[in-house]
């Protein structure tokens, strides 16, 4: 991602009903409510030319402004929680208000003015939504899959097999739409299902996997391998202090991206090794067919 210098950045922090706002360089403090009115008096702070508006990213509750905003042409950035927590941290700061959230998101996109992401295209957004969902139904599903298990335990599995085979047909029903769906949304465009055909070329890498990284990493082909690796939060993190030589360990990035990449590279490991084997017990298959 490029880095740009900005004459403005206005920092937000977000919650369900306020925008508790700081603008940077003039150091001024609002509230403005987290509806339509509110986003349009946001759009007029940051109309000068050269201003960036930049929120924590807060589980979905940022999505309108950060539409409303992105209608308008201005510029915004989502950034990740952690990273605003270790920098609150890095000043320590230990008092946390809405206010004071706001002036930190603002100083630390002053500091890193690489971080962070822009808006995805709408496609990409409503894949998000998609697979969200569909992640939500499948943790449903194999909780249900336990209780029905813990149930067979105690001794009492009749009294709720057609509850739970009732339940579990909705539920193996509504994923199956998701996925048609999901299928849907990437055939319909051009590019996006170009890049899932790579993908699935990739040994373990398949449906689930391909959309995750699609909807989740769309600076792909435009990062290098240590990139992607470092934003999946599958990039080993060093502890390393003078001759010692700490244990490497992944940690941090796009969570729900790197749960299922370890998925996958499971997956990979597991044809490796048979293709390995195969490829080990090919001549003595030969030799004993002869």
């Known amino acids: ?40 008096q946001v759009a007029q702070l ?4 050269g201003a960036l508006v930049c929120f924590e990213a807060t589980g979905g ?18 950034l990740p929680p952690a990273q605003i927590k270790a920098f609150a941290a890095s000043q320590g700061t230990r008092a946390k208000t809405d206010r004071i959230d706001a002036e930190l998101i603002a100083r630390f996109m002053a500091f890193r003015p690489d971080a962070g992401r822009v808006l995805p295209h709408e496609k990409i957004r409503l894949l998000r939504a998609l697979i969200s969902k569909r992640g939500q139904l499948v943790e449903t599903r194999k909780r249900l899959l336990a209780q029905i298990k813990a149930h067979g335990k105690l001794g009492s599995p009749d009294m709720f097999d057609a ?3 009732e339940l579990k047909d909705l539920l193996d029903r509504q994923i199956a739409e998701l996925n048609v769906r999901i299928e849907q949304t990437i055939a319909s465009d051009n590019d996006l299902a170009a890049i899932a055909d790579v993908l699935r070329s990739v040994p373990g890498i398949g449906p689930v996997a ?7 990493m769309p600076e792909l082909g435009q990062l290098s391998g240590e990139q ?6 599958l990039a080993p993190i060093a502890h390393d202090s003078g001759s010692m030589r700490g244990k490497r ?20 490991r597991k044809l490796v090794t048979i293709a390995n084997a195969l490829c080990k017990n090919r001549q ?5 067919a002869t």
């Open 249 to 268: 360990a992944i940690g941090g990035g796009r969570r729900q991206l790197r749960h299922v990449m370890f998925q996958a590279a499971l997956v990979a």
């Open 46 to 49: 940051a109309r000068e030319p």
């Open 1 to 40: 991602m490029n880095t740009v210098s900005r004459d403005r950045i206005i920092g937000i922090d977000v919650s369900r009903d306020w925008l508790d706002i700081y603008c940077l360089p003039e150091g001024k403090h609002a509230r403005l409510p987290n509806k339509v009115e509110g986003h349009e």
């Open 163 to 165: 509850m739970d085979a």
């Open 210 to 216: 391909s959309t995750m990284l699609i909807a989740e």
């Open 61 to 78: 509750q940022e999505w309108r402004l950060w539409s409303a905003l992105d209608t308008t042409g201005i510029a915004t950035r989502q």
């Open 284 to 288: 003595k298959w030969a030799d004993q």
């Open 228 to 233: 992607a690796a470092a934003l999946a939060g």
